[in-house]
């Protein structure tokens, strides 16, 4: 079946820093990749998508690309914000009929 | 524009309760699906309704189950609660049964704990 492994947390930065979490994916076919964010006592919210190969998504100075050579879709930013505390789960939609398969989540941590 | 609302916020419980969540969609969503997030475990897919119909759910005995009304709001019910049932309960709604480019639109989710 469908999968999604990203990198375990918690991952912990200074602000400004580089960041980059990594997601890589199991599936068959063409799935839609997704980047949800879930700030503290929220619910998740879509941070950007692509939906087919060598698309780039991008949102709030975040960026990822759909390689479908690696199978991956790796969340870059070139400097993050304490505001960017929050945890990032990479999920895909294939052709199965259950909406959206996740990652575990990576915690991102930024310190000032 | 109101997001997707679920209720209650909070919930706790003891072991053999049964619990019910509520969740209302985004207006025109006809789809809804329900999560749950325990902890270290990320999100893990229960059960999907569209058009009123139950149309997938995941690997979670039957005392996991749920309805969608005609007004496309939706509850959950988990029958003879159980210690490990303690998780964050996140509803999501869709448009077109999520056949579209796939987003999903969540809640804050219910945060259930059986003690």
């Known amino acids: 079946g469908d999968s999604v492994t990203q990198m375990e947390g918690p991952v912990t930065l200074s602000e400004e820093a580089f960041l980059t979490i990594n997601c890589t994916y199991t599936?068959?076919?063409?799935?839609?990749l997704f980047w949800y964010v879930q700030y503290p006592g929220e619910g998740l919210q879509l941070l950007l998508k692509a939906t087919k190969a060598d698309d780039k998504g991008s949102n709030k100075g975040f960026e990822a690309t759909y390689r479908k050579e690696t199978t991956s879709f790796h969340l870059e930013k070139g400097s993050v914000q304490v505001s960017d505390s929050a945890v990032y789960f990479c999920a895909l939609r294939g052709g199965g009929a259950d909406g959206l398969t996740f990652g575990k989540g990576t915690h991102l941590i930024i310190q000032p | 524009e109101a997001g997707v609302t679920q209720s209650p916020t909070h919930l706790i419980k003891t072991r053999g309760q049964q619990a019910t969540l509520r969740c209302s969609p985004i207006s025109g969503h006809t789809s809804v699906y329900w999560y749950q997030q325990a902890l270290g475990l990320g999100l893990q897919f229960l059960l999907w309704?569209?058009?009123?119909?139950?149309?997938n759910r995941g690997n979670f005995p039957p005392r996991f189950s749920g309805r969608q009304f005609p007004n496309y709001s939706s509850e959950l019910n988990v029958n003879a609660l159980e210690l490990e049932d303690s998780a964050l309960y996140l509803c999501a709604s869709s448009s077109f049964g999520g056949l579209d480019t796939g987003e999903l639109f969540f809640g804050e989710g219910s945060r259930l704990t059986v003690l």
């Open positions: 599936a068959t076919g063409y799935p839609s």
């Open positions: 309704y569209d058009e009123g119909e139950e149309r």
